[in-house]
């Protein structure tokens, strides 16, 4: 079983930079396309991002293509989420997911694995 841990939520201003992490454990934990997702206030959860096993593909969602930046070090079964130029829409929980069955590697598929979720707070 896959075990997933968020970190680095937290409350910045509008314009500013976060990184969020995400530390994974379990058996062939490098195998798996990541990704992350976030649920805004009132609002159903959406995936942002999402990076396959080998780190070499890349997927993000177009509304947020630019100001983010998925990345993965498997070494170290780290995930990363580096968001710039935040905004208040932005505000919202962000959970990292693992897929573990082959499907394609974006947020249309089943994601079995979930992290509890860090909390991130952009303010105007």
């Known amino acids: 079983q896959v075990q997933l841990q968020e970190s680095g939520g937290g409350s910045v201003e509008a314009g500013g930079s976060m990184r969020l992490s995400c530390e994974g454990s379990g058996p062939w934990y490098t195998s798996y396309c990541m990704a992350w997702f976030r649920q805004a206030p009132g609002k159903e959860r959406e995936g942002i991002a999402a990076i396959s096993a080998s780190g070499s593909t890349t997927t993000y969602r177009g509304s947020l293509r630019g100001r983010i930046n998925i990345s993965r070090d498997n070494a170290k079964n780290m995930l990363y989420l580096q968001m710039n130029s935040l905004r208040p829409e932005d505000t919202g929980t962000y959970y990292c997911?693992?897929?573990?069955?082959?499907?394609?590697?974006?947020?249309?598929?089943?994601?079995?694995?979930w992290g509890q979720g860090t909390q991130v707070t952009v303010s105007s």
């Open positions: 997911a693992a897929l573990v069955d082959g499907s394609a590697c974006d947020w249309s598929s089943q994601f079995k694995y």
